[in-house]
């Protein structure tokens, strides 16, 4: 099987737009109902008694500097002392939870995210590791997945070298966009030599893993500024390019006012610049695994991807089916078992509630098994770009094709237009269709698909 997309201008055309970032299901949007500590602790309890995998992911939500491109819900300022404060009732959560559960459980997936994780000074980021170490099993085996996200304006040589000492095997550099003129209408300066230097530095210190993300479709980017980019970036080798289209939301994310939306390049230039960069990708021996990322032949998870054993959860791609996640951190979202559920967003509550030695308030969803049938769904595309309809039928016990009757005939005007191939024992995504699978999701998303079966119905007249 070939994982190099093709293209195709018309499916660009149609479906670009309908596609989104957001690959979880269900997606935080939705988590509105409040959970409480009781039965947190329970799901806790519950993973613990199944043996299921465990991931920990840890929010870290200060940042020095606002980018308008920004999605995540942050805390911008300058007094670096607030990270102190922070960390104490950080602490105090983790050492909560892993009361509940049982610490001896090996954790496969640990990440650092933000925010910006190195807004914590080493001694700092040093401190917390040694509380996740002290009350959870985190390993030195270099084979599970400790990773982090980098900010090439906030990290040197010397915090790279704390960072794998203290146990991290994968870095994700935030490199953005290299233009001048890009990186001034989106407020965030930083040169090629800047992220240059942290991956000679992941290379020396044998970090496995780097990966490097990207953006397109940024104001005043033009279609030969991101080529541009992307064959700077391209040079330094990365394991991963994760290659993201922007989306301006200055409702949903007030930072991106200060974006002026005529400076945003028109429909024909983010065609050309995603056309453009999945040949580059291509042609330099990236296979395209999912969502925006591309991996080289001999990365781990285009190995994995092969194997059809790759998955994706709320932090990554993995190879750890039913892995369940505990969220630490302001706003940072859990999923266990039934369970799914988001820290609160109100600092001054969270630290409040940790240092009086509670859990965070959270709200969340406990799936029905609806929601797990099309999870299976969304996640066989993401990440096979095919569904298997006997493997969701042997494991959800139902007709697969009598449960998406609503959505069949739109799954067959997607075949006609050359998005997908559809059978009676299968769904794939063609190869043009591939770089446009999130589109497809959309029909199975329960939460908002009136919305988007309307806007295809719109788009396609029927
Ligand atoms: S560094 Fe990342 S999280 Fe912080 S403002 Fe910029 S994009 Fe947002």
Redesign the pocket.
Known sequence: MTNSPGWSSQLFNTYHRLDKQDSSYPSSDHFQQPISAFERFSALRDSDKAQRSLALSVNIP??????Y????K?I?TKDRSRSSAYLQSLEQEIRLVAQQINTHQQIKQLHFG???PTFLNPAELRQLMDCLKDNFNIVSDNFSQYSI?I?P??TDWSTMGMLRDIGFNRVNI?A?GLDPTVQRAIN?LQSIEQTQTLVEAARTLQFRTVNISLMYGLPKQTPQAFAQTLADILNLGADRIIVQGFQHQPNKHP?QKRINAQDLPCSADIEQMLHNAQQQLSDAGYHYIGMGHFALADDEFAFVQEQDVLQYNLQDHGAFPNCDIIGFGLSAISHLGHLYYQNTHDVNAYKMACNNQQLPAAQGLFCKSDDHIRRSIIQALTCQFRVDFARIEQRHKINLKEYLREQWPLLEHMQHDGLLTLTEHSLQMTPSGRLFTLAVCQLFDQYCAHDKAAEYAITHAI
């Open positions: 200060f940042c020095a500097n606002a980018c491109y920004c999605t995540a942050n911008v933000g925010g910006t996200d900010d304006r906030e935030e953005v965030r930072i």
